[in-house]
């Protein structure tokens, strides 16, 4: 893995898509943080850091999608397939170089809570949880680049999709407020979500016997909880998909200046799934 990891960080520096990647981030953070921190008065870094989240949907699909797919499309991933070292340790050493790619922007804007403080009142705390925040929502967009890219061996396809996925995390609170909130929309709203995992799980898996298994026994949990009491499913579903929001969890940190330590444990949580479904798609490939 450290040799991996090696390689694709010292790749990305010796192109100019690392190099784009910190000049661009730090460029809007800057812009910003002049904006809203040395201009307007305002204590708080963290409202900058808000008005950089968009650049994420157009940098990380960049960044990333050539992580997976260039490997494929140059056939350099059978050297990696074949390698002594495992699949999950070339995932991880490809994870933690793009990771490292971002840290570079976010270790510079740990600057910008001390310039305020030098010239007035700052809360070095919440900037900083902020700062933290900021740093594993992009590290879960990359999760997300990362899992694209594996998917093909077009670049162009992996930037377009990790693109049009991040745009749905971007708007995710506005789409969640259009699902159906009576009983029977929220139940056949789960029944589709139960759906989708069933295609995953046959995807990944290729074994029928647990995609039946995981579609009978979803099927019966929601099935007996509806006739139990239909109406605890009454805005289910909007509720449910709603705790999956990206941006409330930032905006914890970000607007309420609270530390929100459910909206961390999502990050990780979904950073664990994504590298998990990526190595399971290289291990799938692989056998094949």
């Not at 929220?186 to 589709?192: A, H, K, Q, R």
Request: with cysteine.
């Amino acid at each position: 893995m450290k040799a991996i990891y090696k390689r694709e960080f010292h790749s990305y520096f010796n192109s100019m898509t690392g190099w784009l990647f910190v000049a661009v981030m730090t460029l809007f953070v800057g812009i910003y943080f002049m904006a809203y921190n040395l201009f307007a008065g305002q204590p708080y870094f963290s409202s900058a850091l808000s008005g950089t989240l968009f650049v994420f949907m157009v940098l990380i699909p960049i960044l990333t999608m050539r992580s997976m797919a260039e490997e494929r499309h140059s056939k350099t991933d059978q050297l990696l397939l074949t390698s002594p070292a495992s699949v999950t340790s070339v995932v991880l050493g490809k994870y933690f170089a793009l990771l490292s790619v971002l840290a570079v922007p976010v270790l510079i804007s740990c600057l910008c809570p001390l310039i305020i403080k030098l010239n007035g009142t700052a809360f070095l705390r919440a900037d900083y949880a902020t700062i933290l925040a900021f740093f594993l929502l992009g590290a879960v967009e990359i999760a997300v680049g990362l899992l694209i890219s594996a998917l093909t061996e077009s670049q162009i396809i992996a930037a377009v999709g990790t693109f049009c996925i991040l745009l749905v995390l971007y708007l995710w609170d506005g789409l969640t407020s259009y699902l159906p909130t009576s009983a029977g929309g929220s139940l056949g709203g789960l029944f589709i979500v139960l759906a989708i995992v069933c295609f995953l799980l046959n995807s990944l898996s290729d074994n029928w016997k647990i995609t039946v298994g995981t579609a009978v026994a979803g099927t019966a949990v929601l099935l007996g909880f509806y006739w139990h009491d239909s109406s605890k499913f009454k805005s289910l579903l909007p509720d449910a998909l709603g705790k999956f929001s990206l941006l409330n969890a930032f905006d914890s940190f970000a607007s309420d200046h609270v530390f929100d330590l459910s909206g961390l444990l999502l990050y990780l949580s979904l950073i664990a799934l994504l590298v998990f479904l990526t190595v399971q798609v290289i291990q799938k490939r692989r056998w094949n």
